[in-house]
């Protein structure tokens, strides 16, 4: 008797793998295959998998000569014929588990991410490359498809299951024909359902698809450039590219054509957070920058050719160009409304719930406002002694005071709430957060133009730390104290004990303050250099009263 085919099925919570397991094996009945399924059920969602196993013959009993298969009840590493996965970093980690053999697996794998919870923690950006994850993919099958199921799921109002059962039929790994998976769907209703209409769309798109994938031999390179495209995270173009705000021709001939994208980009979201003139700074500084390291690369050509495979002479441009957008339009409390109030916004949601026209669709916003983001919109007359006070309460033992608003943003009380604080954008101006965040930015600008003129290297590494600066709140807080802890330690301590260049201490501390928001890696780090330790930071001492006995 031949081997029996084996197919594992990995899927995530609620996405209906155990729905798909059934399709499969109503399938092989209606085709007279023996077949054999089991289960490993996982914990919920991105915390852990649900996979299912298979087992098949790949003809009828009677070929046999009537014996009975035995199937095995668990996958075996190296010896899996067929596996299909909903998400790619499940595609990846069933791969490192030495699932797939590349001399003799099928990989199917969804290129949509669900973000795993250490992805989710990390400062920085922790996602796991989707290249890196498409490069062991294509190292460890012997052939592989991968498309966005998750997109074609929800074109068909549809979960992701119905997709995958559409991609292993047309895989044509499988003894069945297209009839016999739709009856599995259909089932022994007469009359389709409008769930099983919405399965059939799906399964029929999964369908076509990797048939399409199939007939074209180059589909994996358009895969790799298409996930490369979404995964630009260039959500100003998205929001802002409609407001065809172009910079002033002589002004945008002043910077290297590399650069010109991101400066568009920063550019068209100053104008919307705050307006031209605001704009027009980030030019001027970006420009500084960009002239400084002009004048630089000249001075230290004969040094800059030995790393001319390391370093390109605009890459400081470019980072100060990226990180100075994002750091001018913080977010305070005009910018949280006003992006609130935005009309796509609301779109979205009605896309998201899968609403149709009639229905109503209601929005409820949350806010929970501190005395600091109060205060950063007042004059410092004003929140002076209001942050004073506040510091007081903390130190008492309170804890600090915060404003908790359920705001009905769908409404018309609601909306005319969010567009009147939208409109504060000149208050913004006077408050004390601007002016904060306007003398970090400098401060921060000065330090890489002369980091520049010492050594291109150390300026592009600490342009790159501009990316510290994130969050609002006590986030906020932490990511200046450990930005301004970095440029302190550099300046104030040119002989650490290291043989590492200044531009490779400056790269790990900041890959060390993106590790934790404690800061802790980083004090670990610039300590063992010989860094002075950041001072203590003063708490209140409260004293608690002893529970009284029963």
Not at 210 to 218: D, F, S, V, Y
Not at 332 to 345: F, G, P, S, T, W
Request: charged share 20%; hydrophobic share 40%; glycine share 8%.
């Amino acid at each position: 008797m031949s081997k029996p085919f084996s197919i594992l099925i990995c899927a995530l919570g609620g996405e209906g793998g155990g729905v798909l397991t059934d399709w499969l094996v109503n399938t092989a009945k209606l085709a007279g295959i023996p077949v054999q399924a089991t289960s490993i059920p996982g914990v919920a969602q991105r915390t852990g998998a649900t996979t299912y196993y298979l087992e098949m013959m790949t003809s009828g009993t009677n070929e046999s000569g009537g014996q009975l298969p035995i199937f095995g009840l668990s996958p075996l590493p190296g010896q899996i014929d067929l596996l299909i996965s909903s998400e790619l970093l499940e595609t990846g980690r069933q791969i490192s588990n030495a699932m797939s053999n590349p001399k003799q697996t099928c990989v199917i794998s969804s290129s949509n991410r669900a973000l795993t919870t250490m992805e989710k923690m990390g400062l920085g950006d922790s996602r796991v490359p989707d290249e890196t994850l498409i490069d062991l993919i294509k190292q460890f099958s012997l052939r592989h498809h991968i498309l966005d199921m998750g997109e074609i799921a929800k074109q068909s109002g549809t979960i992701i299951s119905s997709v995958m059962l559409g991609c292993l039929g047309a895989s044509g790994l499988l003894p069945f024909r297209k009839e016999h998976f739709e009856k599995a769907i259909q089932g022994t209703n007469k009359e389709l359902s409008s769930s099983q209409t919405a399965s059939l769309k799906g399964f029929h798109s999964g369908w076509s698809t990797i048939e399409q994938q199939i007939k074209n031999t180059q589909f994996i390179e358009k895969v790799i450039k298409s996930i490369d495209s979404t995964n630009n995270d260039d959500v100003s173009m998205n929001a802002y590219g409609r407001l065809n705000l172009k910079i002033p021709a002589k002004t945008f001939e002043l910077f290297p054509p590399e650069v010109q994208h991101i400066l568009n980009l920063g550019y068209a979201r100053l104008v919307d957070y705050q307006d031209y003139n605001y704009a027009n700074l980030y030019l001027e500084r970006v420009l500084s920058v960009w002239n400084t390291e002009q004048e630089a690369h000249k001075s230290q050509r004969a040094e800059l050719h030995t790393l001319q495979q390391n370093i390109t002479p605009w890459a400081a441009t470019l980072e100060a160009a990226r990180w100075t957008a994002l750091w001018m339009a913080f977010d305070d409390i005009v910018r949280v409304a006003e992006l609130k109030n935005k009309r796509n916004r609301f779109a979205q949601i009605r896309k998201d719930t899968k609403a149709k026209s009639h229905d109503i669709v209601q929005v409820y916003d949350h806010f929970k406002p501190g005395i600091a983001e109060l205060a950063g919109l007042l004059p410092e007359f004003l929140a002076t002694p209001l942050t004073q006070w506040e510091r007081k309460r903390v130190r008492s033992g309170l804890p600090g005071l915060e404003l908790k608003i359920k705001l009905h943003s769908s409404s018309v009380a609601g909306a005319l709430v969010l567009q009147f604080l939208s409109r504060l954008k000149w208050l913004r101006k006077l408050g004390t957060r601007y002016g904060f965040e306007q003398k970090g930015i400098d401060a921060w600008l000065d330090c890489v133009r002369e980091s520049i003129r010492s050594d291109i290297t150390l300026g592009q590494e600490v342009a790159a730390c501009g990316r510290l600066i994130k969050g609002y709140g006590s986030t906020n807080i932490r990511a200046h104290e450990n930005l301004s802890y970095i440029l302190k330690s550099l300046t104030e301590n040119s002989s650490m004990r290291s043989d590492l260049p200044k531009s490779e201490i400056v790269r790990q501390a900041r890959i060390n303050a993106l590790k934790e928001e404690s800061g802790k890696s980083l004090d670990v780090f610039l300590n063992g250099l010989g860094a002075p330790a950041r001072p203590a930071k003063e708490q209140p001492i409260r004293w608690m009263r002893r529970p009284a006995k029963a």
